[in-house]
């Protein structure tokens, strides 16, 4: 497991399924190797989370003057607020940190992402149970009565187009080092090529 693979890494799932605690354990044990693509959001940051480390926090008006200069790779309005890849952040991490690009994004991204000639590779992180799903959202303290809901129903039509096939594995995060396990094994898979 030492070389990068090429190809960009796509990781959706469910929210709270535990996408963002399995990416930074991938970043902490392999700092040179992975770039994240970090995307615009005009959603309010939570505690902890940093302006050009997880998200570029931006405005709707600055969101749409970016649609309007055609400067999103992909972009969606997920929970009520608007998310977008950007054409910079994939060229900082493939150009400029010349890394292996990983986007986290929802299912609208993949289906824009698949229809690009990025030729990514697709994982889905699924929970266990929606029940679990619930817990971890709820456990995590971000999200008010409305917003769980919104993610919940949004986990519903996730866990439906996963069962389409339209992704090169499905990991199951019940245990966080089993699923962090297989989450390597397939990165790693396409260096070994
Ligand atoms: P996402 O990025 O997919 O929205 P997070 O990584 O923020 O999800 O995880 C949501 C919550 O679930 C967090 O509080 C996290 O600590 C917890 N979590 C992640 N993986 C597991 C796991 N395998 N078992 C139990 N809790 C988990
Ligand atoms: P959160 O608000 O929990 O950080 O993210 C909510 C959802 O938006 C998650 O499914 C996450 O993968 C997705 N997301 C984050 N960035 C992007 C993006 O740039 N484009 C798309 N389409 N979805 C994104």
């Known amino acids: 497991m030492s070389t990068a693979p090429s190809r960009p890494i796509v990781v959706s799932g469910p929210s709270g399924t535990g996408k963002s605690t399995l990416?930074?354990?991938?970043?902490?044990?392999y700092p040179d190797k992975?770039?994240?693509?970090?995307?615009?959001?005009?959603?309010?940051?939570?505690?902890?989370?940093?302006?050009?480390k997880d998200y570029y926090f931006t405005t709707v008006s600055m969101f749409q003057k970016l649609i309007q200069q055609n400067a999103f790779v992909e972009h969606a309005q997920f929970s009520g607020n608007f998310y977008g890849t950007s054409i910079q952040a994939i060229k900082e991490v493939a150009e400029v940190m010349k890394r292996t690009c990983i986007l986290d994004i929802d299912m609208q991204g993949v289906k824009s992402v698949k229809k690009t000639d990025l030729n990514a590779r697709f994982l889905f992180i699924a929970p266990p149970?929606?029940?679990?799903?619930?817990?971890?959202?709820t456990?995590?303290?971000?999200?008010?009565?409305?917003s769980l809901q919104k993610r919940l129903d949004?986990?519903?039509?996730?866990?439906?187009?996963?069962?389409?096939?339209?992704h090169d594995r499905v990991i199951v995060n019940d245990d966080l080092e089993k699923a962090y396990k297989e989450l390597k094994e397939f990165i790693f898979e396409e260096a070994k090529k």
């Open 23 to 29: 990416l930074k354990k991938l970043f902490a044990e």
């Open 34 to 52: 992975f770039g994240f693509s970090v995307s615009h959001t005009t959603r309010k940051p939570r505690p902890g989370e940093v302006d050009g």
């Open 129 to 137: 149970s929606v029940e679990d799903l619930k817990k971890r959202l």
């Open 139 to 146: 456990g995590r303290g971000t999200e008010t009565p409305e």
């Open 154 to 166: 949004a986990a519903t039509a996730e866990l439906e187009y996963a069962k389409t096939g339209a």
